[in-house]
């Protein structure tokens, strides 16, 4: 299972990157915190994961996907939305001043 903060870096890296391989995308993981540990295959134990996620996404990104002998191409035809959950969570924070003076911390 994937991390909030694997989740953000993949729609970090989709983002920037319109053509990638999955292999590619998993390095990028590893190179950002996520485990290294792969299978008896060689390949990357994080692999299914963000594949599952990558497809998940596809509700939102118009993607092609291409199968390869050893891996899977993914070429992203419209850029990521940035309206994650996330973003949509945070509230603006404002200070109000109270008739007495006194400020107040409102998150609303």
């Known amino acids: 299972m994937l991390s909030t903060k694997e989740t953000e870096l993949i729609k970090e890296y989709i983002t920037r990157n319109q053509l990638f391989h999955l292999t590619e995308l998993c390095e990028y993981l590893i190179e950002n915190g996520s485990s ?6 060689g390949r990357y134990k994080i692999y299914p994961y963000a ?31 940035i309206t994650t959950e ?4 945070k509230k603006e924070v404002k200070i109000e001043k109270e ?10």
Do not use: C, H, W
């Open 36 to 41: 290294s540990q792969t299978y008896s295959t």
């Open 51 to 81: 594949a599952i996620y990558l497809e998940s996404l596809q509700a939102s990104i118009e993607m092609d996907i291409t199968l390869t002998e050893k891996n899977v191409r993914y070429k992203v035809k419209n850029p990521i939305s």
């Open 86 to 89: 996330e973003k949509e969570e």
């Open 99 to 108: 008739e007495d003076g006194m400020e107040q911390l409102s998150l609303f």
